[in-house]
């Protein structure tokens, strides 16, 4: 720990509670935003798997320990923090490996303001960094009987490798045969109550009794396997994602007419009549939200199931030849025990030091948070990263300051 740190660490201590050691068992990272020093620790419970986050408000000379969202990282042996966009902090894990070793802590994003508002309480929130764009998840509605889930069978079916449903969670037991994470995540009600209310749910709804919803966990999950996640939800569920950190992609399915979309509710001969007009209800307002502004990016018509089919294939570039492949996470190893980082113009200086037969050795990397998308409560991700050498730009007046592991 160098002697600057030193003294800062022994400036806030003279501000520290009784029973809280600051410098001792473990690894701190203070970071001053404004009024308020946020302090990343680790290591000091032997007890402890994830980090500790403690804020110092310099205003009132007193110590707050927040809500924390979010999915946590795992200890490691030690990390770097540098802030990022005055609104979160970038988090390098030591000797992680190369899915892991990238974390963002956001302590003022839109995301970690309205929970503020909503809890009354001081709030930060972690998302793990991944590199590369994903392809943006689908979100597919449209009223009963106007033919979205045939269209969803024909994607599934002619794209196996590209799409992916996420599994729901619900509150209901499960039934005979049903495996848990396979066909729901089945959850105690005041977990997954919890759970909403901490914004870690796309949509949710109180179904007969029992709750069901989307998390934006298991959205990502199918995006982290390298696939499309694709989400059959209705108007108000659309609502909930496009009001989320997640980037989607939303299409209506419109029926011909409504008197179409009633011809075929009852050729289906599966509901009765009350079920019929409660359904023709439901798809009368459905019909009626399509045309709010920034809620559906396209709107398709099924008047012919082909050729909507095909329309729906080219917004989603699927009558291309070659269909990009995702490709995430970091490609240039753990990041050694001694590392330093600095960040200027959104781009972050990575200095591994290294020591090899003896000598030592210095190799420079370049992480890229210019184009940063989502985050908390999921991913985030646009990461780039480039080894200096290869940096077209070059430094672009990035130097890199010492600052050490601890």
Not at 31 to 48: H, P
Not at 68 to 84: E, I, K, M, N, R
Not at 392 to 400: E, F, R, S, T
Request: aromatic fraction near 6%; charge should be negative.
């Amino acid at each position: 720990m160098g002697e600057a740190q030193e003294s800062f660490l022994d400036d806030l201590e003279r501000e520290i509670p009784v029973g809280f050691d600051l410098k001792s068992g473990g690894f701190q990272t203070p970071i001053v935003l404004g009024q308020k020093i946020y302090v990343v620790s680790g290591g000091t419970n032997g007890a402890a798997v994830s980090f500790d986050v403690q804020i110092f408000d310099k205003s009132t000379r007193k110590w707050l320990t927040p809500t924390v969202l979010g999915t946590q990282p795992t200890l490691p042996t030690g990390h770097s923090a540098v802030l990022l966009n005055k609104d979160r902090l970038l988090i390098l894990k030591r000797d992680s490996t190369p899915d892991d070793c990238i974390w963002f802590l956001e302590v003022d994003t839109p995301f970690v303001r309205e929970q503020k508002k909503l809890l009354g309480c001081e709030v930060v929130a972690w998302s793990k960094g991944v590199k590369g764009d994903a392809p943006k998840p689908v979100v597919i509605c449209g009223p009963s009987g106007v033919g979205k889930g045939t269209l969803i069978s024909k994607l599934m079916k002619d794209f196996p490798s590209t799409f992916g449903f996420s599994v729901s969670h619900t509150t209901r037991s499960p039934r005979e045969n049903e495996k848990d994470g396979v066909h729901y995540h089945f959850s105690e009600r005041s977990i997954m109550e919890k759970d909403i209310r901490d914004g870690k749910f796309l949509e949710s709804a109180n179904v007969h009794g029992n709750l069901y919803g989307t998390s934006i966990e298991a959205v990502e999950t199918v995006t982290d396997s390298g696939k499309r996640c694709i989400l059959d939800i209705d108007v108000q569920g659309t609502r909930s994602v496009k009001a989320s950190s997640l980037e989607v992609v939303s299409i209506f399915i419109c029926p011909p007419s409504f008197e179409e979309l009633e011809k075929r509710l009852r050729a289906r001969g599966t509901e009765t009549e009350e079920q019929i007009q409660k359904r023709l209800r439901n798809a009368r307002a459905e019909l009626e939200q399509r045309e709010t502004p920034g809620l559906f990016d396209h709107l398709l018509v099924n008047d012919d199931l082909e050729a909507c089919y095909m329309n729906l294939k080219k917004i989603l570039n699927l009558d291309r030849q070659n269909i990009d492949k995702y490709q995430q996470f970091i490609e240039n190893g753990e990041l050694p025990v001694g590392h330093s980082v600095s960040e200027t113009a959104h781009k972050v200086l990575i200095n591994c030091q290294t020591t090899e037969l003896g000598k030592a050795s210095s190799n420079l990397f370049v992480l890229d948070v210019s184009s940063l998308k989502g985050g908390a409560p999921g991913r985030t991700r646009g990461l780039k990263v480039y080894a200096i050498e290869n940096f077209a730009d070059g430094l672009n007046g990035v130097k890199p300051v010492q600052t050490p592991i601890y």
